[in-house]
Structures are given as structure tokens and as C-alpha cells.
T-cell receptor, first 116, second 111 residues
Framework: ETGVTQTPRHLVMGMTNKKSLKCEQH?????MYWYKQSAKKPLELMFV???????ENNSVPSRFSPECPNSSHLFLHLHTLQPEDSALYLC???????????????FGPGTRLTVL | SQKIEQNSEALNIQEGKTATLTCNYTNYSPAYLQWYRQDPGRGPVFLLL?????KEKRKERLKVTFDTTLKQSLFHITASQPADSATYLC??????????FGQGTTLQVKP
């Protein structure tokens, strides 16, 4: 079992719903990430937080809204999603987002999201 | 743009044989490269890291090579077992300092 937990593990929502994904890391890391993984496609980096500050937003639609209240917790707020947003959403953490470190990432089990 | 290529076709091998997976990258020179294992419906798990000044790295039955001239990394599993069946992801460090993941190669080891 990794030191990164995600809830819920499965989520089905309609296009008009609002939901949130939660991630918690118990590794003492300072950087946290959200990735999207669709079938047969590489992991897509969505957001990066380093010491609670957002350092990257890879042109993610505004219907995805991240929140990082502290270095151990990361949320992804979802609203008015589209069916093509259905995917596995993975949270990860690393020691530090600074380039000095090798950025080895520790992933959670993911949330399987289905948008109807 | 930076591009990572892994063989999208599944690799099927017999138990006990050596599995070799390929990762090619173009348009940049990563300072290091990582390999991860991913089981269905789970998050990737870190396996090995190799730096640009290292030709080879080993961990138990795993071996990774890094050829900066060919812009290629090879990932070997010796004496493969059915439990090695999974998708293996290559992740070189990108120019922004963040990892760029390949789409992965699925390995199936048959008893």
C-alpha cells in the first residue's frame, strides 16, 4: 500500500453535478500532482502544487478546479463535466517540486470517474 | 516538442524468459529517466531511475540501460514470472523538470 490515498475510488456523476476528489499523502512530501489517464493514452499532467502553491496548470479546462490547503492534502473540484472527462484521475506526491530532486513520484490508487 | 515512444503492442513472453521493453525519446536530452509499473485500475509504482551519466542500472531481476546517443532506454526483466504481467511506463525528465510519461507497454508473461 502506498502512502498516498485517494477518495472516492469510483465516482459516477451527471454533467450538471458538482463533486470533489480528495487526495492525502502521508510521506512528508512537499509537491503534489493531479494526472488524468484515459484509455490507451499517456498520463496527462493537469496540475502541480509545490509547498501549497500552484506551479503548473497544463491548459486544463476551468471545469476542473484544484485546491491545496496544505502540503498533505489535495482536492480536485469538478463541475459541469463532459462525458469525455471520464477517466482515471491519479494523485501523486514527490519530495519536492524543485529541480534539484529527481522528482520520483508516489501515486495513489486513483479515482475512476464516469460522467454520464 | 518532446516526445516519448513506447511500443503500444503488448509483449507476450513465456515464463522464465527475459522481457525487453523499449523507450525512445526525441527532441530533448533528459537528465534522468524513470521506469514505473502499473497494474490495471491502480496507480503507477516507481521501479528504477537511471541518470544520463549511467549506462546501466540493476535491481534484483530488473535491468535498465540508457543510451543518450540513440536516445533510448531498454528495460529488462530476467527470469520473468506471471506476476510480472503489468504495464510498464517510461518517464524521462522533461525540460521543465517534470516527468513526461510514455503510454506504456503491456507485458504478459504466460506460465
Amino acid at each position: 500500500e502506498t502512502g498516498v490515498t485517494q477518495t472516492p475510488r469510483h465516482l459516477v456523476m451527471g454533467m450538471t453535478n458538482k463533486k470533489s476528489l480528495k487526495c492525502e499523502q502521508h510521506l512528508g512530501h512537499n509537491a503534489m500532482y493531479w494526472y488524468k489517464q484515459s484509455a490507451k493514452k499517456p498520463l496527462e499532467l493537469m496540475f502541480v502544487y509545490n509547498f501549497k502553491e500552484q506551479t503548473e496548470n497544463n491548459s486544463v479546462p476551468s471545469r476542473f478546479s484544484p485546491e491545496c490547503p496544505n502540503s498533505s492534502h489535495l482536492f480536485l473540484h469538478l463541475h459541469t463535466l463532459q462525458p469525455e472527462d471520464s477517466a482515471l484521475y491519479l494523485c501523486a506526491s514527490s519530495q519536492d517540486g524543485d529541480r534539484r530532486f529527481t522528482d520520483t513520484q508516489y501515486f495513489g490508487p486513483g479515482t475512476r470517474l464516469t460522467v454520464l | 516538442s518532446q516526445k516519448i515512444e513506447q511500443n503500444s503492442e503488448a509483449l507476450n513472453i513465456q515464463e522464465g524468459k527475459t522481457a525487453t521493453l523499449t523507450c525512445n525519446y526525441t527532441n530533448y536530452s533528459p537528465a534522468y529517466l524513470q521506469w514505473y509499473r502499473q497494474d490495471p485500475g491502480r496507480g503507477p509504482v516507481f521501479l528504477l531511475l537511471i541518470r544520463e551519466n549511467e549506462k546501466e542500472k540493476r535491481k534484483e531481476r530488473l535491468k535498465v540501460t540508457f543510451d543518450t546517443t540513440l536516445k533510448q532506454s531498454l528495460f529488462h526483466i530476467t527470469a520473468s514470472q506471471p506476476a510480472d504481467s503489468a504495464t510498464y511506463l517510461c518517464a524521462p525528465r522533461g525540460n521543465t523538470g517534470k516527468l513526461i510519461f510514455g503510454q506504456g507497454t503491456t507485458l504478459q508473461v504466460k506460465p
